[in-house]
């Protein structure tokens, strides 16, 4: 049996005339950069989040660039964040000139830990922490990090919190919104998230007047008005496609989202059923709205021969993140080594990505387990 590790196929057939209708509708008008598809996109979102304002731009890597850039945070700044997550997160954090700083993760639920991120502040000079501008926690695979200890180290460092949510859309803490309980909330809009453009695209949430303004004119080289420039912005701009399309799929988000945590729910069940909870740790629900981008469980061991075995019975799988950020060749100026952040580390080598989109069938996810219980049963 072919259990792919995503399908999005199934989904297009859902709302296949709605978009072959918008885009017809956009190539007609021959408008297809920023506009009102855009301005709609931007509402619905801002609505979706809770939060006040959202402004589209072109990747979620370019939503935490350009919430960086309207902070003022650059050169001479730096940004604690998590090693463990996707590039994007401290290679924005790098691109704008400012330095990332590690904080190790919760061992539960993989996101940044608020006592390891107390630690970091208190091992820093004086001089470093004056230097010391934000908190950039991601709500990884879904699951929003533990926001409360962490908005009150914020509060008390004066830091400024971008939420990188990018796999984390609708996903809730305490009755809050992903991307609402910052300053900024970072979204994208990659194929592969829960909302997914047909293209590159990002998002941005947040409660400021003056950041939601400061992020319209950086979108655009920062010309306000036209040819006259306060600020060097980029081309951050979103596209009038995607967000039509993205604004087609927001009416399915909630209905996608509840069947992944079905999803998730069975795998819990087949797991238990299959005794094979002493060898693998299943995903910690521990936040109210775990939206489930990604089911990741944890195996204690020969992880890569289990990825192998999967791949040969037709089981797609990957691993989120196989070397964490301050080990990549990249960040070596950093200054970190191997054992600097033993759970972001541990992670690295024991978790498996396995299939949960919310079209996988219930005979597709016991045959899933069945494997990983068979590949066991040969390798004890
Ligand atoms: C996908 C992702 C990004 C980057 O989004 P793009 O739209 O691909 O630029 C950033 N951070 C995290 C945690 C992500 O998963």
Not at 166 to 171: H, R, S, V
Not at 196 to 208: K, L, R
Not at 228 to 235: D, V
Request: with cysteine; glycine share 6%; proline share 4%.
């Amino acid at each position: 049996m072919k259990v792919p590790l995503l399908d999005l196929k199934g989904q297009y057939e859902t709302i296949k005339g709605d978009v072959l209708r918008v885009t017809q509708e956009i190539f007609e008008s021959q408008h297809f950069i920023l506009g009102p598809k855009v301005e709609t996109l931007e509402k619905e979102i801002a609505a979706y989040c809770c939060s006040k304002y959202a402004r589209g731009v072109s990747s979620g890597t370019d939503a935490l660039i350009i919430s960086l850039m309207a902070a003022d945070i650059g050169s001479g700044a730096s940004v604690i964040t998590t090693p463990y997550t996707f590039f994007g997160t401290a290679g924005s954090v790098a691109r704008v000139g400012a330095r990332p700083v590690f904080a190790d993760i919760d061992p539960d639920t993989y996101n940044i830990s608020p006592d390891s991120i107390e630690k970091v502040i208190s091992a820093m000079s004086t001089t470093e922490r004056k230097k010391l501008k934000a908190i950039m926690p991601v709500h990884l695979y879904g699951q929003c990090a533990d926001m409360d200890p962490l908005l009150d180290i914020a509060h008390r460092y004066n830091l400024i919190v971008i939420e990188d949510a990018a796999q984390a859309i609708g996903a809730e803490y305490k009755e809050r919104r992903a991307g609402s309980m910052g300053d900024f909330g970072c979204f994208s809009f990659y194929p592969s998230k829960n909302l997914g453009a047909f293209g590159d695209g990002g998002i941005v949430t947040t409660h400021s007047d003056e950041y939601n303004e400061t992020m319209r004119i950086l979108r655009d080289h920062g010309q306000n008005p036209k040819y006259i420039h306060q600020f060097i912005g980029g081309n951050f701009r979103l596209d009038a496609l995607q967000a039509a399309i993205v604004s087609i799929k927001l009416k399915y988000l909630d209905s996608w989202s509840q069947a992944r945590q079905e999803n998730a729910k069975r795998y819990r069940i087949l797991f238990h059923e299959a005794d094979l909870e002493d060898r693998v740790h299943i995903p910690v629900e521990r936040e109210n709205r775990h939206i489930y981008n990604q089911y990741v469980i944890r195996v204690m061991d020969k992880r890569d021969e289990l990825r192998a075995f999967l791949l040969d019975c037709e089981i797609g799988t990957d691993i989120y993140y196989p070397v964490p950020l301050h080990l990549q060749q990249c960040f070596k100026y950093l200054d970190y080594s191997t054992g600097d952040f033993p759970v972001s580390e541990m992670a690295a080598s024991h978790t498996l990505a396995i299939p949960v989109y919310p079209e996988l069938q219930e005979r597709q996810q016991v045959y899933v387990v069945e494997k990983i219980k068979d590949f066991y049963s040969k390798n004890m």
